[in-house]
T-cell receptor
Framework: EAGVTQFPSHSVIEKGQTVTLRCDPI?????LYWYRRVMGKEIKFLLH????????ESGMPNNRFLAERTGGTYSTLKVQPAELEDSGVYFC????????????FGPGTRLTVT | LAKTTQPISMDSYEGQEVNITCSHN???????ITWYQQFPSQGPRFIIQ???TKVTNEVASLFIPADRKSSTLSLPRVSLSDTAVYYC?????????????FGTGTRLLVSP
């Protein structure tokens, strides 16, 4: 069974540019989550999809971040315009069960804003 | 959300048993205790989850005392490949509360 995949693995962009990160969850997983770790900080929750609906987006830092999950399959996270403080590792995770059960994480996308 | 406290780092040698203790004094009745492991350049990976007493799987054991204010992750006979960061998380289960709250974790270094 394929795990959670993320693309790209690494992205380097200039301040003010736009970047779109993609996450493909494990097939059949209705729950999809985005997290990120900025330099020196802890991994922080961004948002949670159940199928194509946003269940919880309380962790989204500001309106420069837009997450979508059309059709309830893969998800994209767009940062526009990117700022220096957006640099970090963005993780996607998926799970099958409702509740506080195991989440399967992807390898992450390392975003560097210069 | 129950806040967790765990040691920043631990050192061990191959073949030893490693016990990492996590403190969660404000744990709520509905909270479960979950441990994740993270290797460099990878996402966190679920290890074990428990509510009370003892849970064991092929990777680790989780000991939870009766008051549930702390828990101990036990890794038997560690190898070099167990070098990783270990996170203790506490959160409500079964009701749809889903965001994982990560702390600083414990960085375990296993030496030959």
């Amino acid at each position: 069974e394929a795990g959670v995949t993320q693309f790209p693995s690494h992205s380097v962009i200039e301040k003010g540019q736009t970047v779109t990160l993609r996450c493909d969850p494990i097939s059949g997983h209705d729950n999809l989550y985005w997290y990120r770790r900025v330099m020196g900080k802890e991994i922080k929750f961004l948002l949670h999809f159940v199928k194509e609906s946003k269940q919880d987006e309380s962790g989204m830092p500001n309106n420069r971040f837009l997450a979508e999950r059309t059709g309830g399959t893969y998800s994209t996270l767009k940062v526009q315009p990117a700022e220096l403080e957006d640099s970090g590792v963005y993780f996607c995770a998926s799970s099958q069960e409702q509740g506080y059960y195991e989440q399967y994480f992807g390898p992450g996308t390392r975003l560097t804003v210069t | 959300l129950a806040k967790t406290t765990q040691p920043i780092s631990m050192d061990s040698y191959e073949g030893q048993e490693v016990n990492i203790t996590c403190s969660h004094n404000n744990i709520a009745t509905n909270d479960y205790i979950t441990w994740y492991q993270q290797f460099p350049s990878q996402g966190p990976r679920f290890i074990i989850q428990g509510y009370k007493t003892k849970v064991t799987n092929e990777v680790a054991s989780l000991f939870i005392p009766a008051d549930r204010k702390s828990s101990t992750l036990s890794l038997p006979r560690v190898s070099l490949s167990d070098t990783a960061v270990y996170y203790c998380l506490v959160g409500e289960g079964n009701t749809g509360f889903q965001k994982l709250v990560f702390g600083t974790g414990t960085r375990l270094l296993v030496s030959p």
